[in-house]
Each structure stands twice: as C-alpha cells, then as structure tokens.
C-alpha cells in the first residue's frame, strides 16, 4: 500500500522551512497554546496525558505542540500518543507508527473494528460519522481509564469550537460550544482541547509547512457533515469581507454577561425589583 500524501504538498505561499514567516508562525502556535493551557489550568505536574492522533493536520499539530511545552514547562508530565485503527477499508496501517518512531514519541494504536458494526447499523447514503464517533470516543475514555491517564488531549481548535456554537444555536436553539477542558459525561475523564485559541488557518499552514503524513477522514466513503460545513461557509465568508470577526466571536464567547441575555437559569431576573 503507498502512502497517502498530506492533501496539499505545496509549502504555503511566502512560508519555507527556517524563514522568518515560519518561525513566527510556530511561535504564535506555541504562544497561544501555551496560552490555552496557563488559562484553563490544563496540565499540572504529574499528568499524564493521552494525546488522541487521528492522523489529521490538527491532531499532528497538537502532538508537536505539546511535546514542545514538555520540553519547556515548569511541571514535568507524560505524553502517549494513541491512535484508533477502525478498520476503515484503504486505512494506511503504516504511517503513524512509522510518523511517531521517528519522532521517538511514546505511542500506542488500538485496533476495534467499529467500521462493521457503524456499516450495519447506518441505512446506506446515510452518513456513519454520528455513531462512528461515539464508538470512537467510548474506546479512548476506557483506554484512558485503563491504563491511568487522567487528561485526554483532543486538536479542536478555535474555529472547531465557534462552529459548535453556531450548529448549536441554529439547530438545537441552545447557546453552546466545545468547551477548552471539560469532565467528559462518565465522570472518568478531564478533556483538554491546548489548540483552542489557534485558528484553523494557522494550522493549515503549519501542517503544510510540516509535510505532515495526513491521513484523510473520509476513507470510510461517509459525507462530511453538511451542517458543519454549512456552518464552516458562513464563517469563511464572513472572514473574507470582516477579516477578525471569527477571533471576535471567539472572544465574546469568553466575556458572558449573564444578566444581559435571558437564561433564567444563570440570572435571577425575578429578584430585579
């Protein structure tokens, strides 16, 4: 089996290896997810840490990020990188072993073949990725359980978690989004999201810049979800005619004033005389 190639191989435009735009790209990258952890207190001496690696830009990016803060923290903490091999058709068994040797990082590849049980269960045409990631997610919360981790680290980023919003506004008319560190619905486990200040955009670049091995989502032949990218649409457009507003969106949803919406649940409005 070839490998699968990064899905753009072209360094990003004015960005080489060692020049003065990349290196100010991995420093903001650095700056802002060391930022993320410092704010949301999510790693502390003695953690030990399951770095979730689908293989894609943004968990890659995540990988590298971390083992950077390691090497530079004040706390010392543990990193093992684990991967999910769902057993989708044409899934490149290789590369991520191959990838994390020659990093010399400390892995660990799980083999479920949840691929089955999501084809039997999805009526055909219909798309697998709702049930395919609650089976991926309850197989790390026990492998982290198992095995003592007491952080999962996921790469959603700050574009992730702005969508997460807006999908659920317009579709489950609720204010919500992916919070950068939560307890996870079992209790077990704190989730921890470094890349959540750091924009899709700059990831991009870096993975590019990178020549990460990406590996593609799509392998089981599933649509990607068209709300998301309905979502993703909208947010792109608005970037390209108000270049910041993402980052602004992002930012309100750090500055919530309870008494100026209309959740009766988060403000006494019936004690205002």
């Known amino acids: 089996m070839s490998d699968i190639p990064v899905l753009d191989t072209r360094p990003p435009a004015g960005l080489t290896p060692g020049s003065v735009g990349a290196n100010k790209l991995a420093k903001r990258l650095k700056r802002l997810t060391g930022q993320a952890v410092t704010d949301y207190d999510m790693i502390r001496d003695g953690d030990r840490i399951m770095v979730c690696l689908s293989g ?5 990016t995540m990988l590298d990020m971390l083992l950077y803060l390691q090497s530079v923290a004040p706390v010392r903490f543990e990193l093992r990188a684990v991967n999910l091999d769902q057993k989708q058709p044409g899934f490149p068994e290789h590369i991520l072993p191959e990838y994390l040797s020659g990093l010399g990082v400390d892995y660990e590849v799980l083999e479920r073949d ?6 039997e269960k999805v009526p055909e045409g219909a798309t697998m990725c709702g049930l ?4 991926r997610r309850g197989i790390l919360y026990r492998y982290a359980r198992e095995n003592g981790f007491n952080r999962i680290a996921l790469g959603h980023h700050r574009d992730d978690m702005v969508e997460t919003m807006f999908l659920n506004m317009f579709h489950g008319a609720r204010m919500a989004a992916m919070p950068p560190k939560l307890r996870s619905d079992d209790g077990d486990n704190v989730v921890i999201r470094p890349l959540a200040y750091c924009s899709e955009r700059d990831i991009e670049k870096y993975s590019r810049l990178n020549q990460y091995p990406i590996i593609p989502c799509n392998l089981c ?3 990607a979800n068209l709300q998301r990218q309905n979502i993703k649409a909208m947010l792109s457009e608005w970037e390209r005619t108000d270049p910041g507003r993402s980052e602004r969106i992002f930012r309100s949803m750090t500055r919530i ?3 100026q919406m209309a959740d009766r649940e988060l403000f006494d409005f019936a004690a205002l005389d």
């Open 56 to 60: 894609g830009k943004d968990s890659y």
């Open 257 to 259: 004033a309870p008494s």
């Open 221 to 223: 032949g599933s649509q």
């Open 114 to 119: 949840t691929y089955s049980v999501v084809a």
């Open 132 to 135: 395919c990631s609650r089976l």
